[in-house]
């Protein structure tokens, strides 16, 4: 719904469909002065049938002017700044990130859009209380009634006709936090960390024509080995979403990092992984890259359930355990 009391900051990334340009304090101006325009109209000359039609038209102006698509947080594939990376944020920040999601849910769940239940039920409800001042109004041939229903269907219904929000959610973000969260919160897991500790890094990316506006769009841990070797570059956790019709399903697997030449192709050709998950080699750039994850199929294997994530960690982590303090052969 359209605020006319947002900070400078909220002004500057609201989008409006119309008259785009128009700077906010003069969109406000121009607005509320035309809807009053036509009240005075409607108050001066209801009596007078043409001057009564043109009363609506300012109304039906100001109006439009007011109507909001959404926030212009949005990131367009193809847009991204090279200064793109990984950042290590503090635990406590998550908390903000979620907070940040669920506020963008919270818009889009608005009563004055029509794309969601709250804002049909509202439709509906207001729309029959139009719909009896303008019975009422007919009937008895009482103007005022019928100005008041008409009004009422110029200031709502372009508000749920054509508001609809637009905004990026960032649902896969969450999932992944959630269960990133859920993993090492889990009661067997905490002994198994007691000697270690736990980095979370974000990936924000940055847009293009906006040096400082940078989106969250990824999240991963890295688990730093108690005495691990300098060359030893950490233990990974990250997933990848799989989106099924409509439906999301997280991929979690681990990853053992090292520099070149530290001596992970060993490590890994003594691993025998259980049989439902596959380890995989490789060298890139200057690092050694060892992965452990669930075994998949054209049809399957592409969704990890809580009990086979907490699997593929617990192994990953005894397999970098032992990896992390062997000396470069």
Request: charged share 20%.
């Amino acid at each position: 719904m359209f605020n006319p009391f947002l900070t400078v900051e909220q002004q500057q990334i609201v989008v409006f469909p119309i008259w785009k340009s128009l700077p906010y304090q003069k969109r406000l101006l121009i607005g509320f002065g035309s809807i009053l325009l036509g009240f005075l109209l409607q108050y001066w000359l209801w009596q007078n049938v043409f001057f009564l039609i043109i009363s609506f038209c300012p109304i039906l102006f100001g109006n439009l002017l007011f109507i909001v698509k959404g926030y212009d947080n949005r990131m367009e594939f193809g847009k991204y700044s090279p200064a793109s990376g990984w950042e290590m944020i503090e635990e406590s920040q998550i908390s903000d990130i979620k907070q940040l999601v669920k506020k963008m849910k919270k818009w889009d769940r608005s009563a004055i859009d029509i794309s969601n239940r709250l804002g049909q039920i509202t439709f509906a409800s207001l729309g029959l209380v139009l719909v009896v001042f303008t019975v009422i109004g007919l009937e008895d041939y009482n103007i005022p009634y019928i100005i008041f229903a008409l009004d009422g269907f110029l200031l709502l219904v372009p508000h749920w006709l054509f508001g609809t929000r637009s905004i990026q959610t960032q649902p896969k973000l969450l999932l992944k936090i959630n269960v990133l969260e859920q993993l090492l919160h889990n009661r067997n897991i905490a002994g198994c960390l007691h000697s270690h500790t736990v980095d979370y890094f974000l990936l924000l990316r940055s847009i293009k024509g906006k040096k400082k506006q940078r989106v969250p769009d990824n999240i991963k841990i890295r688990v730093n080995l108690h005495e691990q070797h300098q060359d030893f570059l950490g233990y990974y956790g990250q997933i990848v979403v799989n989106s099924v019709e409509d439906k999301k399903y997280p991929y979690f697997y681990v990853v053992l990092v090292a520099k070149k030449g530290y001596g992970l192709k060993p490590v890994f050709y003594d691993y025998d992984p259980p049989s439902s998950l596959i380890k995989e080699y490789k060298e890139q750039d200057d690092v050694e890259v060892l992965i452990i994850r669930q075994k998949t199929t054209r049809t399957s294997g592409y969704h990890t359930g809580n009990k086979t994530i907490l699997r593929i960690f617990l192994e990953g982590l005894e397999l970098a355990e032992k990896a992390a303090v062997r000396v470069a052969c």
